[in-house]
């Protein structure tokens, strides 16, 4: 059963701060790992979709990394804004059987960031 | 391309009662998901359709839970006989089958709104 975790639970961060959220995962057996951010009371918004064959994937301010074989992946975000102050989530989809497609989520990391 | 819509967008209603969501997904979308997430946590998988095949269910979902997606448009999900545990933010997700562009594995899935229920 693939479970996924993420670190930190929650960061506080100034302006303009980079920083990086953590994900790991236990079955190393993916096809792609996928970033989203959810603002309170709101549904996802996907940002990144990094492939199993690739190392990193960029969209403006955000790069995602993946190292499959260590089942970890990290989301980097530069020079943070307060409009980043959101949840993000990372998931993993099942690749196979009748379960194909189906995501397993981490807990989140809750980021604030402040003026 | 209006993305994918849920509705309602809140419903409150006492314990004992029934309840039903709809999800409409984009448009050429074949595969629709159905998700559950409670405060703090990630969303859990429901269930899930390939056209208007419904795959796989999860344990999560009692007998109390049914979803249909009759025509393999739009999907809706009833809760009958509510219960204070059903209270939750309840998310519809649709994506293509593969990747696109020659992309392995399954594609990115597109969120809704969600629908948060409060049971009394």
Redesign the interface.
């Known amino acids: 059963k693939q479970e ?1 975790t993420q670190i930190p639970a929650a960061l506080s961060v100034p302006e303009g701060e980079n920083l990086v959220l953590n994900c790991s995962f236990t079955d190393s057996a ?3 790992l ?1 970033w ?1 951010r959810q603002d309170p ?6 940002l990144l ?1 990094i ?3 690739q190392r990193e994937q960029t969209s403006g301010r955000l790069n995602a990394s993946l190292d499959k074989s260590s089942g970890r992946s990290t989301l980097y975000i530069a020079a943070s804004q307060p409009g980043d102050s959101a949840t993000y ?1 990372c ?1 993993v ?3 196979g059987g ?11 990391t809750i980021l604030t960031v402040h003026p | 391309d209006t993305g994918v819509s849920q509705d309602p967008r809140h419903k409150i209603t006492k314990r004992g009662q029934n309840v039903t969501f709809r999800c409409d997904p984009i448009s050429e979308h074949n595969r629709l998901y159905w998700y559950r997430q409670t405060l703090g946590q990630g969303p859990e998988f429901l269930t899930y359709f390939q056209n208007e095949a419904q795959l796989e269910k999860s344990r999560l979902l009692s007998d109390r839970f049914s979803a249909e997606r009759p025509k393999g448009s739009f999907s809706t999900l009833e809760i009958q006989r509510t219960e204070q545990g059903d209270s939750a933010m309840y998310l519809c997700a649709s994506s293509l089958e593969f990747g696109t562009s020659g992309m392995a594995g399954p594609d990115t899935q597109y969120f809704g709104p969600g629908t948060r229920l409060t049971v009394l």
């Open positions: 996924v993916i096809y792609n996928q989203f009371g709101k549904g996802l918004t996907s979709l492939q199993s064959s989530l998931a989809p099942y690749a009748t379960s194909y497609g189906k995501l397993t989520f981490g807990q989140g």
